[in-house]
């Protein structure tokens, strides 16, 4: 699995800060305004989960998943024609077709220099193109033996999509019971 080591810190930081500002509305002003307030942090935290946390890139012998906020594709080897790196990680199919992974390997500026002229290169690599080489070698090594009428399969990520339906019902009836909307 390919995810930004920083998405896992900042789910971290979000629930703890969530937990921290939801207790304290609970502690100060009781737990009906802390319900009232609670949508709105949750909201929050959900956007931290489905922009930062939630899109990673899934390699396996059968295929590559993708999967963005709200969507997930699943492209069989079979049907890659190409996997490139742009500013994210491309992978296009047979259809023809271009799918963008907005978690995983992301091309970040070139890496400086060497200070000195001996400097070693290989290690300067950013960690972008090695997760690159990997799962193209997953590609090239699985891509003999795969079978040609593989799927692509697209689709919602649904728990994310009920939650987040679930919290905007939630602000709603907030903002209805506090007077928000009258």
Do not use: C
């Amino acid at each position: 699995m390919f995810r930004a080591p920083s998405s896992i810190i900042g789910l971290i930081v979000g629930a703890l800060l969530a937990v921290v500002l939801l207790g304290d509305a609970a502690l100060r002003a009781g737990v009906a305004e802390m319900l009232l307030l609670a949508p709105w942090i949750l909201l929050a935290l959900w956007a931290v989960y489905a922009l930062l946390f939630a899109p990673h890139v899934r390699i396996d012998a059968d295929g590559i998943r993708i999967h963005n906020p709200l969507r997930v594709v699943e492209i069989a080897w079979g049907r890659v024609t190409d996997i490139d790196m742009r500013w994210q990680l491309e992978v296009r199919t047979d259809e023809p077709r271009t799918y963008k992974a907005f978690g995983g390997p992301v091309a970040g500026r070139p890496g400086r220099p060497p200070l000195r002229s001996g400097g070693d290169r290989a290690r300067r690599e950013p960690p972008a193109i090695r997760d690159l080489t990997v799962i193209q070698d997953a590609w090239e090594s699985a891509r003999a033996t795969a079978p040609t009428d593989g799927a692509v399969r697209r689709f919602w990520d649904i728990p994310s999509a009920i939650s987040l339906l679930v919290l905007v019902v939630w602000v709603i009836i907030a903002l209805f019971i506090s007077g928000g909307v009258r």
